[in-house]
């Protein structure tokens, strides 16, 4: 870029942050836009790949708002990577690539994230594959210390992969059907509110399938200050919504302060899931939150200090790693 380009992109990602009461903390960046008007790039693959290797320090990509098409890939080499959005459903990053239609080996998920460090922020990601085909969703992240803020993500099964590596959602809109949430990271989900929905009668409703599969591991999903809700279509059919299942035996979900709706029906378990599961609660509200199952994968904490090693401080390590940018709640309130 010119001089000239440079010293406009940073006035308008200085404006842009300044618009919305925030601190520009960017000090490298590249602008995506629909048309090439005064822009670098008009894909987002295209600035991703343009951007620095190994990076030691944040390189933002602004995406103005549009709908892209596209599915994208942020290697393991594009550390420190942070897309910017203006705004859920502003900026939309969508596919309909489900795993049928696709090749061996070819990316399905429209976001797939590597790159450690990587971070999105007032954007949607969007699935929009046929609602009755087997597909992998909208994102798919192996990337440690990967932070998603105000991020909408639809799809249907599958929406969020959370593969590996330390991953914290703040303040996102997740929605999907089946087992919508799925992986092996650890990761906590705060302060964002689930949506659930029905797709074929003969299917249940599951929010999270996390798969730890040894005691060797340390992962889990952690829902903190979130809300559940279901879809009017559900409630109306007296069907009930799971908070998780196990697809492994030692898979671990935790669900502590959050607001559960009426058709939350505790978790997916049964006579054969293995003991080793653990599901656990810890002082929700709402009419969902006063379902109890009879199960010895389901725990119903009652200390603070159990409680306490499932939060962003001890969890996560957080408190060294988050950006002061992103807000979080670092212990239970």
């Known amino acids: 870029m010119t001089l000239v380009a440079t010293a406009i992109l940073a006035w308008e990602l200085g404006e842009f942050f300044k618009h919305r009461g925030e601190k520009s903390w960017c000090r490298e960046k590249s602008v995506v836009a629909k048309t090439n008007h005064g822009v670098d790039f008009t894909s987002i693959a ?37 897309f910017v959005g203006e705004g ?50 909208a994102l798919e992240n192996w990337a ?34 089946h087992y919508f949430i799925q992986g092996d990271a650890p990761a906590i989900f705060q302060q964002c509110r689930i949506n659930s929905f029905k797709i074929h009668a003969e299917e249940k409703v599951v929010i999270s399938g996390q798969s730890q599969r040894s005691l060797m591991s340390n992962s889990a999903f952690v829902f903190h200050l979130c809300e559940f809700f279901t879809m009017r279509s ?33 978790w997916f378990v049964n006579d054969s899931t293995p003991h080793t599961v653990y599901f656990g609660e ?37 408190t060294n790693w988050l950006p002061q940018d992103v807000p979080y709640a670092a212990d239970i309130v």
Not at 56 to 64: A, D, E, H, N, W
Not at 247 to 257: I, R
């Open 144 to 177: 440690h210390q990967s932070i998603f803020y105000r991020c909408s993500f639809m799809g249907s099964h599958a929406t969020i992969w959370a593969y590996e590596g330390r991953q914290f959602y703040r303040d996102c809109q997740i929605q999907g059907s």
């Open 234 to 266: 559900v409630i109306a059919s007296s069907e009930e919504t799971y908070l998780g299942g196990a697809p492994e035996a030692y898979s671990k979900t935790v669900v502590m302060q959050s607001f559960l709706d009426a058709s939350i029906a505790g």
């Open 282 to 318: 810890f002082n929700n509200r709402g009419p969902g939150a006063n379902f109890r199952t009879n199960s010895p994968c389901i725990h119903f904490i009652d200390d603070l200090s159990t409680a306490s090693h499932f939060t962003v401080r001890v969890f996560l390590n957080g």
């Open 46 to 82: 295209a600035a991703v790949e343009a951007a620095p290797n190994n990076s030691p320090q944040k390189f933002c990509i602004l995406i103005r708002k549009g709908e892209y098409y596209e599915n994208v890939f942020i290697g393991r080499e594009k550390t420190n990577l942070v």
């Open 88 to 137: 859920m459903g502003k900026t939309t990053i969508m596919s309909n690539r489900t795993v049928d239609e696709v090749l061996n080996g070819t990316q399905v998920a429209t976001l797939l994230v590597k790159g450690k460090g990587f971070m999105a922020r007032d954007l949607t990601i969007k699935s929009s594959a046929a609602s009755d085909k087997d597909h992998r969703g």
